[in-house]
Nanobody, 122 residues
Framework: VQLQASGGGLVQAGASLRLSCAVS????????MGWFRQAPGKYREFVAA????????IYKDSVKGRFAISKDSAKNTLFLQMDSLKPEDTAVYYC????????????????WGQGTQVTVSS
C-alpha cells in the first residue's frame, strides 16, 4: 500500500488548508486512518484519526474545533480540513494507516505517507 499526502503550503495565520491523502490499494472497515505532524526539532505528534468505516473521530486538543478529518471512500482518499491556522500548526503533516481502532500513538500505525509541509506565517 502507498499513502500520498498533498495539499500543504505557505499561508498566513487565520487561513485554511485542506490536506489530502490518497491511498493506493484497498482500505477496509477494519482500518483506521490518522494525521500526524512533526515540527523541526520535535517529536511526531498526533493530530486526528478516524475509523475508515465512520464513527467518531478523535483530535488533539489544540486542533479541536479548527480541524476536521474526513474521507471519500469512493476515491480512497483521506482529508484534513484545517481552518483558523496558527503559526504553531507549522509542521510536516503525515497520513498513516493502521488495523484497528483510531489511536493517538504514532507507533501503532504501520503504513505512512511521505508528508506535506504546512507553514503558517504570523
Amino acid at each position: 500500500v502507498q499513502l500520498q499526502a498533498s495539499g500543504g503550503g505557505l499561508v498566513q495565520a487565520g487561513a485554511s488548508l485542506r490536506l489530502s491523502c490518497a491511498v493506493s490499494g484497498r482500505t477496509f472497515s477494519s482500518h483506521s486512518m490518522g494525521w500526524f505532524r512533526q515540527a523541526p526539532g520535535k517529536y511526531r505528534e498526533f493530530v486526528a484519526a478516524m475509523r475508515w468505516n465512520g464513527g467518531n473521530a478523535i483530535y488533539k486538543d489544540s486542533v479541536k474545533g479548527r480541524f476536521a478529518i474526513s474521507k471519500d471512500s469512493a476515491k480512497n482518499t483521506l482529508f484534513l480540513q484545517m481552518d483558523s491556522l496558527k503559526p504553531e500548526d507549522t509542521a510536516v503533516y503525515y497520513c498513516a494507516r493502521r488495523v484497528g481502532s483510531p489511536v493517538t500513538s504514532a507507533m501503532d500505525y504501520r503504513d505512512w505517507g511521505q508528508g506535506t509541509q504546512v507553514t503558517v506565517s504570523s
